[in-house]
């Protein structure tokens, strides 16, 4: 199991706001979204009996159960949960230091291997043009992305998505089918190409 450290404050704040839900069996949920990307965020959500999924890990704390998401395991070790007391009640933390770090094998979902192809071989090129694309969504086996920056509304933004994008993650990642692009093209004011 990761390596998930939740502090004996963090239990004790955790406990104490999931008594004042009024749902026996109540818990909570640690999940990363987007994991392994660099808008990665650690999640802390209630968990309703029922809830958890049948490949969450359980982990038992004081009066209450964590579930821990298991495809955000890898991207949560070394994360720790702490609550620190101040004058206006106190503060609960989060620090995963390894959510936004690409982690892959070849049983990840397809969805981190889209990001791992996309932030270490996609990415590194756009960013001389001042651009980026992001995975939105999977749309069954076709990847939705998103161009940002000097993409956004580029006028070399169909080539880059056909003859770069696509070609790359097909490449590397068999499972997927094809790409779309859902950007609004009509912006180019930060464009590379116009």
Do not use: W
């Amino acid at each position: 199991m990761a390596d998930v450290e939740i502090t004996e404050s963090a239990q004790k704040y955790l406990a104490e706001l999931l008594v004042k839900q009024e749902c026996e069996g109540m818990g909570i949920r640690l999940f990363i979204a987007d994991p392994g990307t660099p808008k990665a965020e650690t999640c802390i959500a209630y968990n309703k009996p029922g809830e958890e999924q049948d490949d969450d890990i359980a982990l038992p704390l004081n009066g209450f159960t964590a579930y821990i998401e298991k495809r955000s395991l890898k991207f949560l070790e070394d994360a720790k949960v702490d609550f620190s007391a101040d004058k206006l009640g106190g503060q609960l933390s989060i620090r995963a230091p390894n959510s936004r770090l690409p982690q892959v094998a070849d049983d990840s979902p397809v969805e981190d291997k889209i990001n791992y192809v996309l932030y270490d071989e996609v990415n590194p090129g756009l960013a001389a043009h001042g651009g980026n694309v992001t995975l939105e969504e999977m749309d069954g086996d076709i990847a939705v992305l998103q161009f940002g920056g000097g993409c956004q509304g580029c006028g070399m933004a169909d080539v880059t998505l056909k003859d770069g994008v696509e070609k790359t993650l097909l490449e590397r990642i068999p499972e997927l089918k094809g790409v779309r692009d859902i950007t609004d093209h009509s912006d180019n004011s930060q464009a590379f190409y116009k």
